[in-house]
């Protein structure tokens, strides 16, 4: 995107900003805040700096504005690891969107590997209130999550300086005047405590990522600044250089992530003496270690890192400037289900000083804050945020969709249900609101209103949406896999090339197999995701009732005895070895793994027999 400053100022409203000279930095323990004061005074009084303000809403660990395409309001996520600007197929194709092919040489890599892409255009591209005429996009990867069209990345983020600050719901392009070039650039920090480090280039690549320099048990490591990355983690090649590595002392399991690419990356939550970047130090923390395979990076700073900083890159400075927000540096959660032991998340042992803000002015601050302070677990003070945003603006829907979710991690589910009910009577075509309310009413049994939910969101939300994913998912729950099926259909049409068709396709032929219908085509969705992951007990115990179905009760038992040798709870494994061995004769084993079922899942035997499966 070839942009000129001109035409920005032509549409976006800038704020000048005066950088102070802050004396007060004499006491602090750091060469780099002594250094500065070798500066002349007039350096600091001649700064001016003129900012352009993005707002940004946090959704879980996803940084999103808002943009439109062609009159189509959709979020994007801000995506500092991203050279180009990319959108999703499904994306592209729900926009009609024409494609035509990558130039030579172009491929795009990540975590997950290497993405399948080709090149679009937007013919109007509008941002706050400037329109961009024909932006190329590249087109591939998978689904960034939390309903987002694509990534905003460094073709847009390096037209000036930029700021990141993430806990207060903002990014900000930055233009500092001329007299600017020696200047401390963290304009915001007052007499607080700031680091500064040199902010370096790729080797490899020609790219304008953000780098940086950081220590891990004071081993360096090259450290790039990602804000599409939900979480910071560490290469399993610098673990090695540095210490904490799989199979060490106290270094646990933390699951699977996935990246652009196609293939998931198994991670380890790791003890580390200290971790430093800057005039920061973290002592006796963990780190969460993955086997990335980047170039000429060793540790991805993620958006965990950016909530609990403020940050500027100085492009013209080639620095980076940054202050510590308080808070937990590094997310050391894990996903559901993977093994791990507690561990304290890590707080900035030599910056203990929370920075204090100068509270939102409207609601949309309020909710912007409140957005970042939930995505960082801080859900009381999230909910006060949110309140003051739903008692200056009661018109806005997403305000009230925002506290239910926040009630809902403090167990407040009515309270919650009150919210959804507000937000859809202020906007009843809010597809994130009928999911969200029809998940709320499952977990409170009322069926009918789930389905009443869900019929509105399939009438409104587009064929591509991803959103048809959740939907899915929660017609299962409500044990109506012929309505989940038409859902699964939808997002496999779009999404063909996502990381994530494996886990669908699996579930679409769970379906199936459960409603005893088009019988080979769920064993060719089985096939699909058991050949993508051989050692998955749920995808093998999927398969098992496909060939339970189909009437080869020799490969349905190979398939049952696989999944339970993996997993030996799996209720729907147990009870489906225990319909064969009962009609091999075997009554004995039969009935027992039928016990043994019904122990995990007391309704299995009544389920089942609805369906026929007996």
């Given amino acids: 995107m070839q942009l000129r400053l001109a035409n920005l100022r032509s549409f976006l409203d800038f704020q000048p900003v005066v950088v102070a000279c802050l004396v007060a930095n004499i006491g602090a323990p750091s060469v780099l805040f002594l250094s500065t004061l070798l500066l002349p005074i007039s350096v600091w009084a001649k700064c001016q700096i003129t900012t352009v303000e993005l707002p940004v809403i946090m959704s879980g660990s996803r940084p999103l504005v808002t943009a439109r395409i062609d009159d189509a309001e959709v979020n994007f996520v801000l995506d500092s690891g991203s050279f180009f600007n990319m959108i999703t197929p499904a994306a592209a194709e729900q926009f009609k969107l024409p494609h035509r092919r990558a130039p030579k040489g172009l491929r795009v890599e990540g975590v997950g590997g290497r993405a399948d892409i080709y090149v679009t255009s937007v013919k109007e591209f509008r941002l706050t209130k400037t329109v961009f005429p024909n932006v190329d996009f590249i087109v591939g990867g998978n689904e960034p999550g939390a309903n987002a069209v694509g990534l905003l990345g460094q073709k847009f983020l390096t037209l000036a300086d930029v700021e990141y600050d993430l806990g207060n719901g903002a990014f900000r392009l930055v233009y500092p005047g001329d007299d600017c070039e020696k200047a401390n650039l963290a304009y915001w920090a007052g007499s607080k405590p700031y680091s500064e480090i040199e902010l370096e280039r790729p080797r490899r690549t020609s790219t304008n990522l953000t780098y940086g320099a950081a220590y891990v048990n004071d081993v360096k490591v090259r450290v790039a600044f990602d804000t599409g990355a939900p979480m910071s983690i560490l290469s399993l090649q610098a673990a090695e250089r540095a210490g904490p590595v799989p199979g060490g002392e106290g270094v646990v399991p933390a699951g699977n992530l996935h990246g652009i690419g196609h293939k998931e990356i198994q991670t380890w939550i790791a003890p580390v003496r200290n971790f430093r970047i800057g005039d920061e130090q973290i002592k006796n923390t963990h780190l969460r270690v993955g086997d990335i395979d980047l170039p000429d990076i060793d540790m991805l700073l993620g958006a965990d890192f950016f909530l609990s900083h403020r940050i500027y890159v100085a492009n013209g400075q080639e620095k980076i400037y940054f202050t510590y927000n308080g808070g937990p540096a590094f997310d050391l959660s894990v996903p559901q289900g993977a093994s791990h032991q507690a561990t304290e998340s890590g707080h900035v042992e030599d910056m203990p000083t929370e920075e204090q803000s100068a509270a939102p002015t409207d609601a949309k601050g309020y909710a912007r804050r409140g957005a970042a302070r939930a995505s960082r677990r801080d859900f009381e003070r999230a909910l006060a945020d949110l309140t003051r945003a739903c008692e200056l603006d009661p018109g806005v829907g997403k305000y009230f969709l925002l506290r239910g979710q926040i009630r809902l991690h403090l167990g407040q589910q009515f309270l919650a249900m009150s919210d959804f009910n507000e937000a859809l009577r202020l906007n009843p075509d809010d597809v994130d609101a009928r999911v969200a309310r029809a998940r709320l009413h499952i977990a409170g049994h009322d069926a009918q209103s789930a389905?009443?939910?869900?019929?509105?969101?399939?009438?409104?939300?587009?064929?591509?949406?991803?959103?048809?994913?959740?939907?899915?998912?929660?017609?299962?729950?409500?044990?109506?896999?012929?309505?989940?099926?038409?859902?699964?259909?939808?997002?496999?049409?779009?999404?063909?090339?996502?990381v994530n068709l494996k886990m669908v396709l699996n579930s679409r032929c769970w379906a199936r197999a459960l409603m005893g219908t088009e019988l080979d085509k769920a064993l060719e969705d089985c096939d699909a995701a058991v050949k993508s992951k051989p050692e998955s007990a749920q995808y093998l115990d999927s398969r098992g009732l496909v060939y339970l179905r189909l009437g080869e009760l020799d490969k349905a038992l190979d398939d049952y005895k696989s999944a339970l040798r993996i997993n030996p709870k799996i209720a729907w494994s147990l009870y489906g070895r225990g319909i064969i061995r009962l009609r091999k004769g075997e009554t004995e084993a039969g009935n027992a793994d039928i016990a043994a079922a019904k122990a995990i899942y007391p309704s299995i035997v009544s389920d089942a027999k609805r369906y026929g499966i007996e």
Wanted: without cysteine.
């Fill in 451 to 498: 389905r009443a939910d869900l019929s509105v969101a399939d009438n409104v939300a587009a064929s591509q949406a991803n959103s048809r994913l959740d939907m899915a998912y929660l017609y299962l729950r409500l044990d109506l896999p012929d309505a989940a099926l038409g859902q699964f259909n939808q997002w496999i049409a779009s999404h063909d090339q996502d």
